[in-house]
């Protein structure tokens, strides 16, 4: 069972290179955080990526909610990574057919699959989707998740869809290498995928919007998935980000060392 598996044994399970490089990297850095950064500046996100990036493995990114996009801001998101040692996440939410994710992906103002490393998609279009990102991603040794739950109340995204949705990726392995799911779902010969879940809050439980938020144990231990993804608990109303990254950063690590113990 991959779930009682460390993060590292892990990495040598999979042959897409950059979801080898982040599970080293969340082993390496003790760190199953990734936040989601949903700013409207420039500069609030470039000075959140910094406050935050000691503790994360992974920044979620909204691209396109960002006011004043330019290239210096992923030059500077770049060499942010670098410097803090995390990976970059465009939540994108591919949904189209494959020709069109295709151009969606490479080209436009964001040329998305240039800079970052891990993306996501949703299964609605079927499997064109993940042929037509997978030509694009996969020379550039990027990877994909696919959208298999979501962390909203009502989500469509459920039962035979979901089911659906994990077929689809065990059929892609080399270039879809995990979920944005709610829980961890059964292997099946060798599989390891990477669980990532959105809906995360130590003090808060729904923003009256729809969004569900648990506890970060309640995610890496009780439901077994890998990584947190965290908001607004930790740049929402005023708080100290760094302060509450290396919060979450020690709940999410304790309760994944409860897990493999
Ligand atoms: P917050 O912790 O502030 O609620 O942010 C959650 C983030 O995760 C948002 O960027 C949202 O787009 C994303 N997300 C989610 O909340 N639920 C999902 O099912 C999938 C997501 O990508």
Known sequence: MSASKSYLERSKLHSNPTAKAFLELMERKKSNLSVAADLTSKHALIE????????????????????????????????????????????????DIGNTVKLQYSSGVYKIASWSDITNAHTVPGEGIIQGLREVGLPLNRCLLLLAEMSSAGTLAKGDYTTTTVELARKYKDFVVGFIAMQRYEDRDGDDFIYMTPGVGLDQTSDGLGQQWKHPREVIYDRGCDVIIVGRGIYGNGRDAAKEAKRYQEAGWNAYLERIK
């Open 48 to 95: 959140l990526a910094d406050k935050v990036g000691p503790y994360i493995c992974l920044l979620k990114t909204h691209i396109d909610v960002v006011d004043d996009f330019d290239q210096d801001l992923v030059d500077q998101l770049t060499a942010l990574a670098k410097k803090h040692d995390f990976m970059i996440f465009e939540d994108r939410k591919f949904a």
